[in-house]
């Protein structure tokens, strides 16, 4: 049991030290936090998406981005250690990566994965390089958690071409993205998860029109995406007809990508909160032994997480895959967020009300009262979570689901 | 990065899963439970003659001179089984605490024993209600002879020597550590009823009983709060290997027990019980590997590690072991099912060594020496 590298991860660390320490984006860094000084994402994101693209585009040329894609792609060809030892030493630098998250982690895997050579060679380079930004256009308003329930139409137009009509819901990055991958209904005679496909488009198609979300936070991140008989050539899908929920698999299944990543879980924000935030007996916060006893179970918990990615980067280390464990990051941190946050406004009395702005940890933990909420949801709710991990780990029955063998056009719609 | 155990270490965990799943299975944990001895003879010694008693003794002690993370194996086992030995007190904290800071003629006298398993040692060091502190202890030596209470110790019935935290004069750190043979002149003990009857607990009461110093005088507090932190990794790791047997008992009943037509881990309430229990348990065990790292190569981070480990692995073994009752309904309540066993052994470990709330102070103060450093 060590932390040590490997020798030839040494040699790789060195390498991608060297290259980070004479290409360091300070200047990209310091413009995305003036823009940004809370991670809020109050800022433009237009601002944002040109910072992270200057920064991605730094990378590619050095031969550093999408690491683990193969090089006529895009990538670097390297292994997973290799991916995960890149990101310790971008370290901070990573924030200007976001933007690109979901297209590269998610969407690249599955054109790769299904699109043929002539596309791949078109499309994947230019998206590692972070030029073209893409979504993933799968949730809608009836069907969140249960994605296959989508109703996005797609139908077969006599000239081979796909008519899309339908509306996608919650959609990262919509806004400023330039192409994305939707999965669609083709067929709803047959049951839910039979009747779909896949394709990729481009977001600047006609018919079709983005509308940003206001959140309950008062940001927008993300967007409505409605379609109107946009036209998509048969060419565009991916997989085949009827097979869109395997290949919808394919993309989710990439979200293990962020092995080693560090979890936002608001335990650093509170310490130094409750290290510097005086009582009105004069002591700090820290020294109250309710708050000691709360915030020794976020730190426990929040350690405990480090040390699990630490297991997964060992086995990634040993070529294995790593195991199921990695499942519980969101579940863990995102109510561990939201009561760490509630934990210190409650600490500040009736001005705990009070907004604050900035970059100091009590104006960050109040972003994070908001932040949380959608983390309790994004990718996967809570009790989705928990259903994934008692169903695929602990191996318990699937649900029982009453609309398993029915036709998608003979479900119920009406709760009442 | 390599933060697992090496192929050596798991082949030591299967083949001590394999000896208790033989030599301990609930039928014995409950022998000694209902009262038929204070505590399984026969498999104290199948653990000496595997080697398990001495195992991180160094040869010339006549142990088998493995490292902290093979005991943190084996420790994970002991957990895991149940085991109603008295093994956390004589090789935790008895057997460390000699290696540590006795004197080679106690080690040439204790540790062969003890790795023969003709020797069992316990830690003395509650006196009354409250978690330790470094005045709130009375008992004293005079002349080399010790008297004074001690309330409730571990093992302290069946043990054939103990090491006592004592003062060694009326002053401020005076406290020091003694080891006294409790078969000897000045010692009477009365064994105490606990949350968990598999674990013997006895109270004793040392008049001028002898005793001999180990480590300095004065040093008893710090030897004492370094024996707590080591041995809260290794109970941390009993607390994950019984978290984690906890945990598939209420999966698997889950999976047998039939209501409404279903199998109860069908039902999305069961099922989130369940993935909670198996969030704790990881987080715990991701918690304990840390703490292994630390103690096996005596890091700076020790002291923090073994809190943070120590805070985790209760939580998990608790949770664990009520929720397995829950699922297991009515039956869970009943002293034929096992799961008493389980929830017993979880309070019982939660209160040894410190209780929680004790721990998640010492994480908190250690995060904060950490910080400012």
Same mark, same amino acid.
């Given at each position: 049991? $060590? =932390?040590?590298?490997?020798?030839?991860?040494?040699?790789?660390?060195?390498?991608?030290?060297?290259?980070?320490?004479?290409?360091?984006?300070?200047?990209?860094?310091?413009?995305?936090?003036?823009? *940004?000084?809370?991670?809020?994402?109050?800022?433009?994101?237009?601002?944002?998406?040109?910072?992270?693209?200057?920064?991605?585009?730094?990378?590619?040329?050095?031969?550093?981005?999408?690491?683990?894609?193969?090089?006529?792609?895009?990538?670097?060809?390297?292994?997973?250690?290799?991916?995960?030892?890149?990101?310790?030493?971008?370290?901070?630098?990573?924030?200007?990566?976001?933007? =690109?998250?979901?297209?590269?982690?998610?969407?690249?895997?599955?054109?790769?994965?299904?699109?043929?050579?002539?596309?791949?060679?078109?499309?994947?380079?230019?998206?590692?390089?972070?030029?073209?930004?893409?979504?993933?256009?799968?949730?809608?308003?009836?069907?969140?958690?249960?994605?296959?329930?989508?109703?996005?139409?797609?139908?077969?137009?006599?000239?081979?071409?796909?008519?899309?009509?339908?509306?996608?819901?919650?959609?990262?990055?919509?806004?400023?993205?330039?192409?994305?991958?939707?999965?669609?209904?083709?067929?709803?005679?047959?049951?839910?998860?039979?009747?779909?496909?896949?394709?990729?488009?481009?977001?600047?198609?006609?018919?079709?029109?983005?509308?940003?979300?206001?959140?309950?936070?008062?940001?927008?991140?993300? $967007?409505?995406?409605?379609?109107? *008989?946009?036209?998509?050539?048969?060419?565009?899908?991916?997989?085949?007809?009827?097979?869109?929920?395997?290949?919808?698999?394919?993309?989710?299944?990439?979200?293990?990508?962020?092995?080693?990543?560090?979890?936002?879980?608001?335990?650093?924000?509170?310490?130094?909160?409750?290290?510097?935030?005086?009582?009105?007996?004069?002591?700090?916060?820290?020294?109250?032994?309710?708050?000691?006893?709360?915030?020794?179970?976020?730190?426990?918990?929040?350690?405990?997480?480090?040390?699990?990615?630490?297991?997964?980067?060992?086995?990634?280390?040993?070529?294995?895959?790593?195991?199921?464990?990695?499942?519980?990051?969101?579940?863990?941190?995102?109510?561990?967020?939201?009561?760490?946050?509630?934990?210190?406004?409650?600490?500040?009395?009736?001005?705990?009300?009070?907004?604050?702005?900035?970059?100091?940890?009590?104006?960050?933990?109040?972003?994070?009262?908001?932040?949380?909420?959608?983390?309790?949801?994004?990718?996967?709710?809570?009790?989705?979570?928990?259903?994934?991990?008692?169903?695929?780990?602990?191996?318990?029955?699937?649900?029982?689901?009453?609309?398993?063998?029915?036709? =998608?056009?003979?479900?119920?719609?009406?709760?009442? | 990065?390599?933060?697992?155990?090496?192929?050596?270490?798991?082949?030591?965990?299967?083949?001590?899963?394999?000896?208790?799943?033989?030599?301990?299975?609930?039928?014995?944990?409950?022998?000694?439970?209902?009262?038929?001895?204070?505590?399984?003879?026969?498999?104290?010694?199948?653990?000496?003659?595997?080697?398990?008693?001495?195992?991180?003794?160094?040869?010339?002690?006549?142990?088998?001179?493995?490292?902290?993370?093979?005991?943190?194996?084996?420790?994970?086992?002991?957990?895991?089984?149940?085991?109603?030995?008295?093994?956390?007190?004589?090789?935790?904290?008895?057997?460390?605490?000699?290696?540590?800071?006795?004197?080679?003629?106690?080690?040439?006298?204790?540790?062969?024993?003890?790795?023969?398993?003709?020797?069992?040692?316990?830690?003395?060091?509650?006196?009354?209600?409250?978690?330790?502190?470094?005045?709130?202890?009375?008992?004293?030596?005079?002349?080399?002879?010790?008297?004074?209470?001690?309330?409730?110790?571990?093992?302290?019935?069946?043990?054939?020597?103990?090491?006592?935290?004592?003062?060694?004069?009326?002053?401020?750190?005076?406290?020091?550590?003694?080891?006294?043979?409790?078969?000897?002149?000045?010692?009477?003990?009365?064994?105490?009823?606990?949350?968990?009857?598999?674990?013997?607990?006895?109270?004793?009461?040392?008049?001028?009983?002898?005793?001999?110093?180990?480590?300095?005088?004065?040093?008893?507090?710090?030897?004492?709060?370094?024996?707590?932190?080591?041995?809260?990794?290794?109970?941390?790791?009993?607390?994950?290997?019984?978290?984690?047997?906890?945990?598939?008992?209420?999966?698997?009943?889950?999976?047998?027990?039939?209501?409404?037509?279903?199998?109860?881990?069908?039902?999305?309430?069961?099922?989130?019980?369940?993935?909670?229990?198996?969030?704790?348990?990881?987080?715990?065990?991701?918690?304990?590997?840390?703490?292994?790292?630390?103690?096996?190569?005596?890091?700076?981070?020790?002291?923090?590690?073994?809190?943070?480990?120590?805070?985790?692995?209760?939580?998990?073994?608790?949770?664990?072991?009520?929720?397995?009752?829950?699922?297991?309904?009515?039956?869970?309540?009943?002293?034929?099912?096992?799961?008493?066993?389980?929830?017993?052994?979880?309070?019982?470990?939660?209160?040894?060594?410190?209780?929680?709330?004790?721990?998640?102070?010492?994480?908190?103060?250690?995060?904060?020496?950490?910080?400012?450093?």
């Amino acid at each position: 049991m $060590n =932390f040590d590298d490997t020798p030839q991860e040494a040699e790789f660390r060195k390498l991608a030290r060297t290259w980070i320490e004479a290409n360091r984006p300070d200047d990209l860094l310091a413009v995305l936090e003036a823009l *940004n000084p809370d991670g809020s994402k109050k800022a433009s994101t237009a601002d944002i998406v040109r910072v992270s693209k200057a920064w991605q585009k730094r990378k590619a040329d050095g031969g550093w981005a999408c690491l683990t894609w193969p090089k006529e792609y895009g990538g670097r060809a390297a292994t997973p250690i290799q991916r995960v030892i890149w990101d310790q030493e971008e370290g901070a630098y990573g924030q200007l990566s976001q933007p =690109f998250a979901i297209g590269q982690g998610m969407c690249g895997p599955t054109v790769m994965a299904y699109a043929d050579e002539d596309t791949k060679r078109r499309l994947l380079p230019p998206l590692a390089s972070g030029e073209d930004v893409w979504c993933q256009l799968f949730s809608e308003p009836a069907g969140g958690s249960d994605v296959a329930g989508l109703r996005t139409r797609a139908e077969k137009q006599d000239n081979g071409d796909w008519l899309i009509n339908g509306q996608k819901i919650w959609t990262t990055g919509a806004h400023f993205c330039d192409y994305g991958i939707v999965i669609t209904r083709n067929d709803p005679t047959v049951p839910k998860h039979k009747g779909l496909t896949m394709f990729w488009l481009d977001m600047k198609s006609p018919g079709v029109e983005v509308r940003p979300i206001k959140q309950a936070s008062g940001h927008s991140g993300f $967007n409505e995406v409605y379609f109107t *008989n946009v036209r998509i050539p048969d060419s565009q899908r991916l997989g085949k007809v009827g097979d869109g929920w395997n290949v919808s698999i394919t993309t989710l299944m990439n979200e293990r990508f962020s092995i080693g990543a560090r979890v936002a879980t608001g335990v650093p924000e509170f310490f130094d909160f409750a290290s510097s935030y005086r009582m009105p007996d004069g002591t700090l916060a820290i020294e109250d032994a309710s708050v000691r006893a709360r915030l020794a179970t976020w730190a426990s918990r929040s350690n405990g997480l480090k040390y699990t990615a630490y297991r997964a980067i060992s086995a990634l280390s040993r070529g294995e895959r790593p195991g199921p464990e990695n499942s519980i990051g969101k579940l863990v941190s995102a109510p561990m967020m939201q009561d760490i946050a509630m934990a210190a406004l409650d600490l500040q009395g009736p001005e705990g009300a009070r907004t604050i702005d900035g970059a100091t940890p009590a104006a960050k933990l109040y972003q994070q009262l908001y932040h949380a909420i959608g983390m309790r949801i994004a990718g996967g709710t809570d009790e989705v979570m928990r259903n994934i991990i008692a169903e695929r780990v602990l191996g318990l029955p699937a649900d029982v689901r009453v609309d398993k063998d029915v036709p =998608f056009n003979k479900i119920p719609t009406k709760g009442r | 990065m390599n933060f697992d155990f090496s192929d050596e270490q798991k082949q030591l965990r299967d083949e001590a899963r394999r000896f208790l799943d033989e030599n301990c299975t609930t039928k014995e944990v409950r022998a000694i439970l209902e009262g038929k001895d204070v505590y399984d003879r026969k498999l104290w010694k199948g653990l000496a003659d595997l080697g398990l008693l001495g195992i991180a003794i160094p040869e010339e002690f006549g142990g088998a001179g493995a490292g902290r993370l093979e005991l943190c194996i084996v420790a994970e086992e002991i957990g895991r089984a149940l085991a109603p030995v008295p093994y956390s007190s004589t090789v935790y904290l008895a057997s460390e605490i000699l290696l540590r800071a006795g004197t080679d003629a106690q080690k040439k006298e204790w540790l062969p024993k003890i790795a023969k398993g003709e020797a069992i040692g316990a830690l003395a060091f509650v006196e009354g209600p409250g978690n330790p502190t470094p005045g709130g202890m009375k008992a004293s030596v005079s002349g080399g002879k010790l008297s004074g209470r001690k309330t409730l110790v571990a093992d302290g019935g069946v043990a054939d020597f103990a090491i006592v935290a004592a003062r060694a004069g009326s002053g401020e750190n005076t406290l020091s550590l003694y080891l006294v043979d409790l078969k000897g002149a000045g010692v009477t003990r009365a064994n105490v009823e606990t949350v968990d009857p598999t674990r013997n607990h006895a109270e004793i009461t040392f008049a001028n009983a002898p005793a001999a110093l180990v480590g300095n005088e004065g040093e008893g507090w710090t030897l004492l709060t370094q024996a707590l932190d080591r041995a809260a990794v290794l109970v941390a790791f009993e607390q994950i290997g019984g978290a984690d047997r906890a945990l598939y008992m209420a999966r698997d009943y889950a999976l047998d027990r039939m209501a409404f037509g279903r199998q109860i881990g069908s039902f999305q309430a069961i099922k989130h019980i369940l993935a909670d229990m198996y969030v704790s348990a990881t987080l715990a065990r991701s918690n304990a590997y840390y703490g292994a790292w630390a103690l096996s190569t005596d890091a700076g981070e020790l002291a923090e590690a073994a809190a943070n480990a120590r805070v985790s692995a209760t939580q998990a073994f608790q949770l664990c072991a009520k929720q397995n009752n829950q699922v297991h309904g009515g039956m869970g309540f009943t002293w034929e099912a096992d799961c008493h066993l389980f929830y017993r052994r979880s309070n019982l470990l939660a209160l040894t060594l410190g209780s929680l709330s004790w721990w998640e102070d010492a994480l908190i103060e250690r995060m904060r020496k950490r910080n400012a450093a």
